[in-house]
């Protein structure tokens, strides 16, 4: 028979419900974390709802079995040294320590729920490492108001807030990076036909919301917003699928505004404007596209690397023999749009005419031949 698992400190945060362990048959009621508050930064658990609620003490935790959990254990493993983490800084390092491990858990959990589970192994090591490393920088800063200002280093204690500020930012550096990596993966395993109905999903949504604002302002409604430049969004977002030969999507775009069009006595896009020229245009490119399909690879070189018209994945690649210098990075990211794609070890956009002209221009001066 197993054991039952018994409230305590380190796992209230994540109990959801409880009863007696002298009564292993009882219905669980909820367990409410920090549902009554009780002075400044201090809190007592609650158990039941509404007016039935009654507080429980830390005496009486090992006379409650925990059965469920709103998430597992994540980092249990470092409620010591989240405290130790404080213990310099603040008069209630316990507590401070506590919210850090409530807070942080919580993010991780939310962070897999979003990944799929061959992601979580990785994650959860890498968010670990990072964690820790922030509270051991944490636990190495000061202040005078805990400690005293006798012999109080200001220095070192400046160094190890500057140090606890770097591995804070490092860590949330290192997640903005893996969530984006993982999104991109995940995105990249889907369906081509359940991207382009994701895809036409949120450009409908963006569509409908300019085209109300655009109602709003031939009505009379709306004296503060100009129509030409919602209508220029609209035209931007879906001349952006046009360019890739999406024809599908463009032709919904189309007939969606001509829906809206239909129930208004002012047109949202009048049928003269170049927006319902879209659809040749994509139809063009896809056509084009489908001929570049049949290619083989170009390869064009140019003084340290290679250019390569990729036409099996439609993208235009610079490959360096050596790693570029800033100002090449920066030159091939932020003025040309050119992305890094580690897994291809390339500097890539997509195979258009702008992407041909922009890789001229990036590598103008490096002698780049037959592109």
């Not at 367990?31 to 508050?37: A, I, K, L, M, P």
């Not at 709003?216 to 430049?229: D, F, P, Q, Y």
């Amino acid at each position: 028979m197993n054991q039952p698992v018994l409230l305590t400190v380190q796992n209230a945060h994540r109990v959801k419900t409880v009863r007696p362990v002298d009564n292993p048959q009882s219905e669980p009621s909820q367990f409410n974390y920090r549902g009554q508050r009780s002075g400044f930064r201090n809190h007592l658990h609650t158990i039941g709802e509404g007016s039935a609620v009654t507080p429980v003490y830390k005496d009486n935790y090992p006379q409650w079995e925990a059965v469920e959990f709103h998430h597992p254990d994540y980092l249990g493993c470092y409620w010591q040294q989240a405290q130790d983490a404080y213990r310099n800084t603040s008069q209630d390092p316990d507590i401070l320590g506590e919210d850090s491990i409530v807070s942080y858990e919580k993010m991780l959990h939310d962070d897999l729920m979003k990944m799929p589970e061959g992601e979580h192994e990785q994650y959860i090591q890498n968010f670990k490492q990072y964690y820790s490393a922030m509270l051991s920088a944490g636990s190495r800063c000061a202040s005078t108001f805990v400690t005293g200002a006798a012999n109080f280093n200001h220095r070192r204690n400046e160094k190890a807030n500057e140090s606890y500020q770097k591995r804070s930012s490092e860590f949330s550096e290192w997640r903005e990076r893996a969530l984006k990596a993982i999104a991109k993966r995940l995105e990249a395993g889907k369906p081509k036909e359940q991207k382009k109905n994701e895809d036409w999903k949120r450009l409908r949504n963006v569509i409908g919301s300019s085209a109300a604002t655009i109602h709003e302002i031939n009505t009379g409604v709306n004296r503060c917003s100009s129509k030409a430049l919602f209508v220029s969004s609209i035209y931007n977002k879906v001349s952006t699928f046009a360019s890739h030969g999406e024809v599908e999507i463009v032709d919904k775009a189309l007939a969606y505004i001509r829906e809206w069009n239909a129930r208004e006595k002012k047109p949202i896009i009048t049928e003269r404007h170049k927006f319902f020229q879209l659809s040749e245009v994509a139809r063009k490119i896809k056509e084009k596209q489908e001929k570049l399909a049949g290619m083989g690879n170009k390869e064009c070189p140019f003084d340290g690397g290679k250019v390569v018209l990729n036409y099996e994945i439609k993208r235009i690649q610079i490959f360096f023999d050596e790693k570029p210098d800033y100002t090449m990075l920066n030159r091939l990211n932020r003025d040309f749009s050119f992305n890094w794609a580690p897994s291809n070890g390339a500097w890539q956009r997509v195979i258009t005419p702008n992407a041909m002209y922009a890789t001229k221009r990036a590598l103008e001066g490096l002698n780049l031949k037959n592109l």
